[in-house]
């Protein structure tokens, strides 16, 4: 195993999913290079990916909105859950075919003006979650990216406090993948165990900088990296 390559992945998929989301698509090339099957990489990945998310939120804790995640939760483990059950028992093929075009929708919003400054209805919120959660337990390739696009066009706040709340879904969302691919999927553990800690200080040093990034500068980073990612998941 390509000790190297994971321990740099790692560290570049944490701080990637941090700012910006799409971290997973650094990571899971990687595994795939190291000799992983696609699904062994897919699952292995979703788990090592989780301790850059909680690093992550604890990097943006001071621009979280508490009681705002609080009810967002059990959401997006219900959606995650489902994506989990879909992945393990139907072909990922069909599914794969349209990730592209799904990650570049979701960049494209981002340069959508919002009208006024209003949230949309609570129900809206929540499909928009459960949603993307589903998404993140079946496959999860640039979910921060998708999730920062539907909570920007959902919620009235600040781009930073949309950031800090993506990464507390996200990593709900690996939370409970890690727990049902463990339990349930072939996991590579001794790959997990060098992408992990890497994520981890990727994704609190990622956060960090995110705090300090201008809105403006954020969103078209958020945007051009998504572009990027959907090219590469449409040609690769």
Same mark, same amino acid.
């Given at each position: 195993?390509?000790?190297? !390559?994971? /321990?740099?992945?790692?560290?570049?998929?944490?701080?990637?999913?941090?700012?910006?989301?799409?971290?997973?698509?650094?990571?899971?090339?990687?595994?795939?290079?190291? $000799? /992983?099957?696609?699904?062994?990489?897919?699952?292995?990945?979703?788990? +090592? +990916? =989780?301790? %850059? &998310?909680?690093?992550?939120?604890?990097?943006?804790?001071? @621009?979280? @909105?508490?009681?705002?995640?609080?009810? !967002?939760?059990?959401?997006?483990?219900?959606?995650?859950?489902?994506?989990?059950?879909?992945?393990?028992?139907?072909?990922?093929?069909?599914?794969?075919?349209?990730?592209?075009? *799904?990650? /570049?929708?979701?960049?494209?919003?981002?340069?959508?003006?919002?009208?006024?400054?209003?949230?949309?209805?609570?129900?809206?919120?929540?499909?928009?979650?459960?949603?993307?959660?589903? &998404?993140?337990?079946?496959? $999860?390739?640039?979910?921060?990216?998708?999730?920062?696009? %539907?909570?920007?066009?959902?919620?009235? @706040?600040?781009? =930073?406090?949309?950031?800090? !709340?993506?990464?507390?879904?996200?990593?709900?969302?690996?939370?409970?993948?890690?727990?049902?691919?463990?339990?349930?999927?072939?996991?590579?553990?001794?790959?997990?165990?060098? *992408?992990?800690?890497? =994520?981890?200080?990727?994704? &609190?040093? $990622?956060?960090?900088?995110?705090?300090?990034?201008?809105?403006?500068?954020?969103?078209?980073?958020?945007?051009?990296? %998504?572009?990027?990612?959907?090219?590469? !998941?449409?040609?690769?």
């Amino acid at each position: 195993m390509n000790v190297p !390559l994971l /321990l740099t992945a790692g560290l570049a998929a944490g701080a990637v999913n941090a700012i910006a989301g799409g971290g997973s698509l650094i990571t899971f090339p990687a595994l795939i290079a190291a $000799g /992983l099957s696609p699904v062994t990489a897919n699952v292995s990945n979703s788990i +090592a +990916a =989780t301790g %850059g &998310y909680l690093a992550s939120v604890a990097g943006s804790w001071k @621009d979280l @909105d508490r009681k705002k995640a609080a009810r !967002l939760i059990p959401t997006a483990l219900a959606g995650a859950a489902v994506g989990c059950a879909v992945l393990l028992n139907t072909p990922a093929a069909a599914f794969e075919a349209v990730v592209p075009f *799904l990650v /570049l929708a979701a960049s494209l919003a981002l340069l959508v003006p919002k009208k006024e400054a209003r949230e949309t209805h609570p129900a809206v919120l929540h499909l928009t979650i459960f949603g993307l959660s589903t &998404y993140a337990g079946y496959f $999860g390739a640039a979910v921060g990216v998708m999730l920062l696009a %539907g909570l920007s066009l959902t919620l009235a @706040d600040k781009l =930073t406090r949309v950031n800090a !709340l993506k990464n507390v879904i996200s990593a709900t969302t690996g939370l409970a993948t890690a727990a049902i691919f463990g339990i349930f999927a072939s996991v590579n553990w001794g790959a997990v165990a060098l *992408l992990l800690p890497a =994520t981890i200080i990727g994704g &609190y040093l $990622g956060a960090r900088l995110a705090r300090r990034v201008p809105a403006k500068v954020l969103r078209a980073c958020v945007v051009v990296f %998504g572009i990027t990612i959907a090219a590469w !998941l449409l040609f690769r």
